[in-house]
C-alpha cells in the first residue's frame, strides 16, 4: 500500500488543514497503532489512527464545500484552544466536515473561509503567494499621519519587518488596511507597537470573496462565479510551504511544546 504523511492522511479523511494536523501531531493528539505519533510520519491508512479520542479511516471524499462565514466575537479558529472557547467548526455545526481557512483570532470578527478542501487551504495561506486580506478596523485614539505612514512601510513586530501594505483613514479612529501576508495577530500588534490598542477589528474579503451583507454568525456557499474567479487567482499559487512558513511552523511548535511542558511540570 501507498505510504502518506500523516497529516496529508488527516486533511484527506476531512479532519482538518495539513497545518492543523500537524499542531494536533505536536501536541500529542493523535496517535498510530496505540504510539503517540511524531512530525514526519508515513502511514498507509492500513493502521489504526486515533485523533483526539476518536478513530480515522481513510473514507472517499464528500462533495467540496467552500463556505463565506461571518464570525461572531468570542469564536476561535483553532480545535486545539486550551481556553475550551467555542470553536468555529462546533459553532457551525455543519453537516460535512470542514475546518477553516486560516484563522481570525477570538476578538475579531467577519469573513474567515471553512473548506474541506485541502489544497485550497495551503494556496490561499502561504504568505509569499501575497494574496489580500481586507480589515475595518478601529483604534483606542485619534489617527495621526505619522501612524498611518509607518503602519504603510512596515512594522517591527514578532523578530520581523512586516511587509508594506495599503492603509486608508477611514474616520478619525478608523481605518481599512489591505494584508498579503498572516503573521499571528499582525494588525493588533502592529498598532501596539505604535502606541495604540485595536477596539474592533473586521475581516471584510479574502482575495475576491467579500463578506458583504453576510448576517453575524452565519454563512453562505460560495457561488460558482466567485470560486471560477478564486480559481484563476490561484492558478499560479503554490501549496508547498516556503522557508517563511516553516520558521512560522516551528515557533507554533515551540510554543506548544512550551505549553505542554509546563502543564506536566
Known amino acids: 500500500m501507498e505510504e502518506m504523511r500523516l497529516n496529508k492522511f488527516l486533511s484527506d479523511s476531512g479532519i482538518c488543514s495539513r497545518r492543523e494536523a500537524d499542531r494536533l501531531i505536536e501536541a500529542g493528539e493523535v496517535t498510530?497503532?496505540?504510539k503517540t505519533a511524531v512530525m514526519g510520519m508515513k502511514v498507509t491508512g492500513a493502521e489504526r489512527?486515533?485523533?483526539r479520542g476518536a478513530a480515522v479511516s481513510e473514507k472517499k471524499k464528500d462533495k467540496p464545500v467552500l463556505l463565506a462565514v461571518n464570525k461572531p466575537k468570542g469564536i476561535v479558529c483553532t480545535t486545539t484552544d486550551k481556553d475550551r472557547a467555542p470553536n468555529i467548526v462546533e459553532y457551525l455545526q455543519y453537516p460535512v466536515r470542514i475546518y477553516p481557512v486560516g484563522r481570525l483570532d477570538k476578538d475579531s470578527t467577519g469573513l474567515i473561509?471553512?473548506?474541506n478542501q485541502g489544497d485550497i487551504v495551503n494556496k490561499i495561506l502561504r504568505g509569499s503567494n501575497?494574496?489580500?486580506k481586507e480589515?475595518?478596523?478601529?483604534?483606542?485614539?485619534?489617527?495621526?499621519?505619522?501612524?498611518?505612514?509607518k503602519m504603510r512601510s512596515g512594522v517591527e513586530i514578532l523578530d520581523t519587518v512586516t511587509k508594506p501594505c495599503f492603509v486608508e483613514k477611514t474616520g478619525g479612529y478608523t481605518f481599512r488596511i489591505i494584508l498579503t501576508q498572516g503573521l499571528n495577530r499582525q494588525i493588533r500588534r502592529m498598532c501596539q507597537a505604535l502606541g495604540y490598542r485595536v477596539v474592533a477589528l473586521?475581516?471584510?474579503?479574502?482575495?475576491n470573496i467579500r463578506l458583504g451583507?453576510?448576517?453575524?454568525?452565519?454563512?453562505?456557499?460560495?457561488?460558482?462565479?466567485?470560486m471560477e474567479e478564486l480559481e484563476?487567482?490561484?492558478s499560479g499559487s503554490s501549496n508547498l510551504p516556503g522557508k517563511a512558513e516553516n520558521r512560522k511552523k516551528e515557533s507554533e511548535r515551540k510554543i506548544v511544546k512550551d505549553r505542554i511542558w509546563k502543564k506536566k511540570s
Open 202 to 207: 473586521k475581516r471584510v474579503r479574502i482575495m
Open 49 to 51: 489512527i486515533v485523533c
Open 113 to 115: 473561509l471553512m473548506t
Open 130 to 132: 501575497n494574496h489580500e
Open 232 to 234: 484563476r487567482l490561484l
Open 32 to 34: 498510530v497503532d496505540g
Open 213 to 226: 451583507d453576510l448576517k453575524l454568525g452565519e454563512y453562505r456557499e460560495i457561488t460558482a462565479e466567485e
Open 135 to 149: 480589515y475595518m478596523v478601529r483604534v483606542n485614539q485619534p489617527l495621526t499621519e505619522e501612524f498611518l505612514k
